[in-house]
């Protein structure tokens, strides 16, 4: 029996955030990647079957698919205070989480923000900082550089028209030259509470093995998964599987004795 979708768009300071919410059980948030969109999930989990076990939260992030950006602005450190304040707005204090790219970098932002909130959390392809590689990548982002299948695929994603992709690439691009919101020093990581799988591709073209090897030294409990040959995200198709079970196990371990 497929659970009970709940479409849902919530008004935070001036800012109509769209989520799904499904199933009952202690909340989970799935935070999806840059210029995806919470319907990214689907092809990683069946969410059906998690609903079973978990209350899914699983938001469009700021300027993402039906969520829009009335500031114009964007960083990561900003759509950390939106998931709190969603979180807020639906009543859930504590709280499990996985996040991929973007979605992991938000959840450093919530997890230092609010420390007593995140119980564990699951990052995919998450940074510290920006690395080299990583911003000669983001300077690419322009539209001129887009194929058709590129620009099909976002407008199937992003429903506000080619104006909110445009700023996507825009923001994009603006990482690039950006050094004060993904800047996470070990000191700050160090008072995170919650329990993290850190997962990292050994091929990630964005960020380097060893920024995620800095994290597992800075969180203060942390494991690190490294999947062989994979890149960025390596969470989808023949990796899907893996991670699910491995994600899932990882969430659903029992708290260790004090």
């Known amino acids: 029996m497929n659970a009970t979708k709940d479409l849902r768009t919530v008004t935070l300071d001036g800012l109509r ?73 639906l009543g859930i204090e504590r709280f499990r989480a996985i996040g991929m790219s973007l979605g992991g970098n938000t959840l450093l932002h919530v997890a230092t923000r609010a420390p007593g909130r995140v119980e564990r959390m699951v990052l995919v392809s998450s940074t510290p900082y920006y690395p080299a590689q990583a911003r000669r990548i983001m300077a690419t ?32 691009r603006g990482f690039a030259d950006s050094f004060d919101d993904m800047n996470f020093t070990p000191p700050l990581l160090g008072t995170v509470r919650a329990r993290t799988l850190l997962v990292q591709g050994d091929q990630d073209p964005l960020y380097p093995l060893e ?21 960025h995200g390596p969470i989808f198709g023949e990796q899907r599987e893996d991670f699910a079970r491995t994600a899932l196990a990882f969430l659903e371990e029992p708290a260790p004795a004090a």
């Open 211 to 231: 920024l995620s090897v800095e994290l597992y030294r800075a969180l203060p409990a942390s494991r690190l998964w490294v999947v062989p040959g994979g890149g």
């Open 141 to 172: 982002f322009t539209e001129e550089s887009r194929t058709e299948a590129e620009w099909a695929d976002m407008r199937s994603k992003h429903v506000h028209g080619d104006a909110q992709i445009r700023a996507l690439w825009r923001h994009g």
């Open 17 to 89: 955030m769209h989520c799904t919410l499904m199933g009952e059980g202690p909340p989970l948030v799935l935070l999806h990647g840059f210029t995806g969109t919470g319907a990214d999930w689907v092809h990683v989990f069946d969410l059906d079957m998690l609903a079973r076990e978990y209350r899914l939260i699983i938001p469009d992030l700021r300027g993402h698919g039906r969520t829009d950006n009335p500031s114009g602005d964007f960083t990561t450190r900003q759509c950390g205070v939106d998931v709190l304040a969603l979180l807020d707005s």
